[in-house]
């Protein structure tokens, strides 16, 4: 029988994060996520969602014609299946990304993935969670992701990149938490300290608000 997963939505739209960004992508988020990070934006995939086989999510995928797919939640990984989904979608012959909280292994992930992995700030209240063994396996044409609330949250960021030399694993990314942390002030952190970061504002959200499927 072909596996199965929990899909809250699949949707095309453009890429609004990483180094993709403004890139037309169809997008499959997947339900359900062990953590409850403060801020978080998406927590209707917590729960609900259809019953799809592999196929049947293949076949969306496919009718909207667009070669960039990101799998994201929620915590796909969370799902079992996650990992087939994925390199399904590498073998029809997709530029697949797959979102992922850094909270669960990533080594089960097919390497044609580009994996843009969060590590989770204090101000997100899951930091304990991070599974720092991820940071062994990442390679450069994967990302670190890091969500920032606050002052805390950016010292400690830095902190940490400069005592794990993040920059030489692979492309480092900052955003800040909506409505928490202006992007203009971060800007100015990051200039100030010259980080070797991207700053990353989530385009979808200056062109469409908070709507749902965008």
């Known amino acids: 029988m072909p596996r199965s997963l929990k899909v809250s939505e699949i949707f095309l739209s453009l ?7 403004g890139l037309p992508t169809v ?9 409850r990070c403060h801020w978080c934006d998406t927590a ?20 909207y014609q667009v ?40 080594d089960v992930v097919d390497p044609r993935v580009a994996r843009v992995m969060d590590l989770k700030a204090p101000g997100s209240g899951e930091s304990a969670r991070n ?29 940490l990149i400069r005592e794990r030399h993040l920059d030489t694993l692979c492309p480092l990314l900052f ?6 942390l202006s992007p203009t002030t971060l800007a100015d952190w990051i200039l100030a300290d010259r980080l070797p970061v991207r700053l990353q504002v989530q385009l979808h959200k200056l062109l469409w608000g908070n709507m749902r499927g965008k």
């Open 15 to 21: 890429q609004g994060e990483s180094s993709r960004v």
């Open 27 to 35: 997008f499959v988020r997947l339900t359900g996520c062990p953590l």
């Open 44 to 63: 209707y995939a917590f729960s609900g969602g259809r019953t799809m086989s592999l196929p049947l999510i293949l076949a969306e995928v496919t009718d």
């Open 67 to 106: 070669r960039q797919v990101c799998v994201t939640g929620g915590e796909p990984l969370a799902q079992p299946a996650c990992p087939e989904l994925l390199s399904a979608l590498c073998d029809a012959g997709h530029s697949v990304s797959l979102e992922t909280s850094g909270a669960l292994a990533i």
């Open 131 to 159: 599974h720092w063994p991820n940071l062994a396996v990442l390679t450069a044409t994967d990302e670190i992701k890091f969500v920032l609330q606050d002052r805390a949250d950016y010292q400690w960021a830095v902190a």
């Open 175 to 180: 955003s800040p938490v909506a409505g928490s």
